[in-house]
């Protein structure tokens, strides 16, 4: 068990609808990552926040965005869905180390859009 | 563009076979190589290596870093069924940010 908790397990929903993922970070941990993994494939970097702002963005569209709030816990944010967008989202909390940063992972949430 | 790569992408053995698989990056800013477990759905840390050369350990599992050639090695000796699993390597490029993924490799430990 990481501590990481994400919410909820499962959704399914119709192309074009909003969802929101939620994620609650380790104890201690100030950095919050999102990724997504579509089946065999490995985890894609969608962004990740670093106390409450935007600290990195990978290659996806505007209609990804996020939150994170003064307690670390996060929310990611997908409007317009499209079928593509079917996929585990990963949450990683973490707390940059002087030598390197361990990145601990929640269970996920599988997205599933019709 | 960062890269990891791993290889091979599938591998089936049978319970007491030995396994070596292989993580090779290009990145800008190196700062540390991870390896997961991935069984379901969350990736468990396996290792973190920041230093070339020097082995870590766990158990049947163990890997190395070698920061010359860019590339790490997870070896995992006396297989069980429990280590059927996609192990993940990822690179962190730069400080505190994000990890650059490869595609795993599927490990089927048959009995």
């Known amino acids: 068990e990481t501590g990481v908790t994400q919410s909820p397990t499962h959704l399914i929903k119709t192309r074009g609808q909003q969802v929101t993922l939620r994620c609650s970070s380790q104890?201690?941990?100030?950095?919050v990552s999102w990724y997504q993994q579509a089946l065999g494939q490995g985890p894609q970097f969608i962004f990740q926040y670093y106390r409450e702002e935007e600290n990195g963005r990978g290659n996806f569209p505007p209609r990804f965005s996020g939150l994170q709030f003064p307690n670390y816990s996060s929310e990611l944010n997908v409007n317009a869905l499209e079928l593509d967008d079917s996929a585990l989202y990963l949450c990683?909390?973490?707390?940059?180390?002087?030598?390197?940063?361990?990145?601990?992972f929640g269970q996920g949430t599988r997205l599933t859009v019709v | 563009e960062d890269k990891v790569v791993q290889s091979p992408l599938s591998l089936v053995v049978h319970e007491g076979d030995t396994v070596t698989l292989n993580c090779s990056y290009e990145?800008?800013?190196?700062?540390?190589l991870l390896w997961y477990k991935q069984e379901k759905k969350a990736p468990t840390f396996l290792f973190m290596l920041?230093?070339?050369?020097i082995e870590k350990k766990s158990g049947r599992l163990s890997s190395i870093l070698d920061k010359k050639e860019l590339f790490s090695i997870l070896n995992i000796t006396a297989t069980q069924t429990g280590d059927s699993a996609v192990y993940l390597c990822?690179?962190?490029?730069?400080?505190?940010?994000?990890?650059?993924f490869g595609p795993g490799t599927r490990l089927s430990v048959l009995p």
């Open positions: 990683a909390s973490s707390f940059p180390g002087r030598r390197g940063t361990e990145a601990f």
């Open positions: 990822a690179v962190e490029a730069s400080y505190g940010q994000n990890f650059v």
């Open positions: 104890s201690g941990h100030n950095t």
């Open positions: 990145v800008t800013n190196f700062r540390s």
């Open positions: 920041t230093s070339s050369g």
